[in-house]
């Protein structure tokens, strides 16, 4: 009686808590803060203890995936990678009524965006998984230590953060690749592009902050199965210093690591099985206390 209870109030908690997150943004968003390099010390204790090996970018923007507290963590994080640094974002063909849309410059050319859910616990098309990737947002990590400035309500932050496109990947022209606003108007037509993100007052966090929705869309024809695009943040407002470039990558088809796939096509069959009977037996262990003594005295004849 006792457990069927317990039960029951798990269940209605769940019910709840899936319910609050659902109510939240569901849609994945490439993260701004500042600091690189600072890490919490256990992600698992995120909120104590920090590592951070260098103390000279802690103004310096940078930009992240999902990061490893999220049910939907980027295997690959910070990047948008797979843990063995393969393509993590799929590319998806638009289609209007159920016709794909050609270039009209080109009509060897289809329309492809990047619109997938994607969850840790149950991978790619989960229902529940956020919607992948949409736009821009603010980092307001543990410990606050990537977060951007935020004092109160009423005092709007100094910084201005804008985005700037840098270059996309050779197979693709300039105007191959744009992204569109919410209210489907275009920006970063070209490379050199700037675009503003607007600063405002996030309820959710009580804090200053960016929440941009923003889609990616790319012309492809037949043969770009993987293209890139690379970004830089930069900060009007003089507070921080311009990040590093940050190269998404997208493809057609992803490449999922799997344990025992040894030839890291994605696969685990029978050329796999050959590489370990060739390799049965042999160990690749070297201690170094087990080296033997070697006499340094040249003098000697
Ligand atoms: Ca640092
Ligand atoms: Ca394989």
Request: charged letters at 25%.
């Amino acid at each position: 009686m006792k457990k069927i209870l317990i039960y029951a109030i798990i269940s209605i908690l769940s019910l709840f808590i899936s319910k609050s997150v659902r109510a939240e943004c569901t849609a994945a968003h490439t993260h701004i803060g500042i600091n690189p390099t600072w890490r919490p010390a256990d992600w698992n204790n995120p909120g104590q203890e920090h590592i951070d090996s260098d103390p000279t970018d802690n103004n310096k923007l940078w930009f992240f995936s999902l990061p490893p507290i999220h049910d939907s963590a980027t295997p690959g994080w910070p990047n948008w990678e797979h843990a063995n640094g393969n393509t993590f974002l799929a590319l998806t063909l638009v289609k209007e009524e159920g016709e794909f849309i050609t270039k009209p410059s080109d009509t060897s050319k289809k329309l492809y965006t990047c619109s997938f859910t994607y969850s840790k616990a149950e991978g790619y098309g989960d229902p529940n998984g956020p919607d992948h990737i949409n736009g821009w947002h603010s980092a307001h990590g543990p410990q606050g230590a990537w977060n951007l400035e935020s004092i109160d309500a009423n005092t709007i932050p100094a910084w201005d953060i804008y985005i700037k496109r840098e270059r996309t990947s050779e197979n693709l022209l300039e105007d191959d690749f744009f992204t569109l606003l919410h209210d489907d108007s275009a920006a970063w037509e070209n490379n050199g592009d700037m675009y503003s993100l607007g600063k405002r007052w996030l309820s959710d966090f009580e804090a200053w902050g960016i929440h941009e929705h923003m889609g990616f869309y790319f012309w492809l024809d037949d043969e770009d199965e993987d293209i890139y695009i690379v970004f830089s943040a930069h900060d009007n407002g003089g507070l921080y210093q311009r990040s590093a470039d940050f190269t998404i990558h997208f493809a057609k088809t992803v490449y999922q690591p799997v344990a025992g796939d040894l030839n890291g096509d994605s696969i685990v069959d029978i050329n796999d099985f050959e590489i370990m009977i060739e390799n049965w037996g042999k160990s690749g262990i070297y201690k170094g206390e087990d080296a033997e003594h070697h006499d340094h005295d040249h003098d000697e004849e």
